[in-house]
């Protein structure tokens, strides 16, 4: 009973340093997504994908690539972080792209 | 711009009462609206949702109103519960892939 995995849970970069935050899901979801949550923000949408080879942009992408090579996996990747990407991140998959989204536990990341 | 705004960031409800979060939305094109819940250090959990053809819908002690013609949409929680104490937010979508949350309301349900 998986769900949503998100890896990792913590993590602390310094500015200019890149990494991949992971993202997976068991539950055959064509639709994922990559949002963030910032103070008094609510959850903004960065990227999303419609199924495995397709991408495209949410409100927030400045600064993230993403790709969708498998249905199950959708890595969020920051090729040089910057103090403003200090945020946590959520992955989310659903169904479809209209239905309720699957929330992963999170991934805290600081960017000093 | 936020399309999508909940204008009270806390509330405090007595348990057995009726627990009412707002949410107001500016694009007349969003089709559909879901309201999640949060608990610290977790993600969001799905709650309720409502299509925009609807006006109201009901799922056990959550029921979600509609208000097309003033962009506004409410849950009430009946009767509340300490259990229910989470931030709530509210989203809405387009037909297609993008959903836009609000900044979420932090409720308090005092035994």
């Known amino acids: 009973n998986a769900g949503v995995t998100q890896t990792p849970k913590f993590q602390v970069l310094k500015t200019g340093q890149s990494m991949t935050l992971q993202c997976a899901q068991d539950m055959n979801h064509e639709y994922m997504s990559w949002y963030r949550q910032d103070p008094g923000m609510g959850l903004r949408l960065i990227h999303y994908?419609?199924?495995?080879?397709?991408?495209d942009q949410g409100e927030v992408p400045n600064g993230y690539n993403v790709s969708r090579s498998t249905t199950e996996d959708f890595p969020l990747r920051l090729l040089s972080a910057a103090p403003s990407q200090t945020s946590v991140y959520f992955c989310a998959s659903s169904y479809s792209s209209s239905g309720e989204l699957f929330f992963g536990e999170g991934s805290r990341l600081t960017v000093l | 711009d936020q399309q999508v705004k909940q204008n009270s960031p806390s509330l405090s409800v007595q348990e057995g009462r009726i627990s009412i979060l707002n949410c107001d939305y500016t694009n007349s094109m969003f089709d559909y609206f879901l309201w999640y819940k949060k608990y610290p250090a977790e993600g969001p959990t799905f709650l309720i949702s409502i299509s925009s053809i609807k006006d109201k819908n009901e799922d056990g002690r959550f029921t979600v109103f509609l208000n097309k013609s003033a962009k506004h949409l409410s849950l009430h929680i009946v009767p509340s519960q300490p259990g229910d104490s989470a931030v709530y937010f509210c989203a809405a979508s387009l037909t297609g892939n993008q959903f836009y949350f609000g900044t979420g309301t932090s409720l308090t349900v005092i035994p």
């Open positions: 994908s419609v199924g495995a080879g397709i991408t």
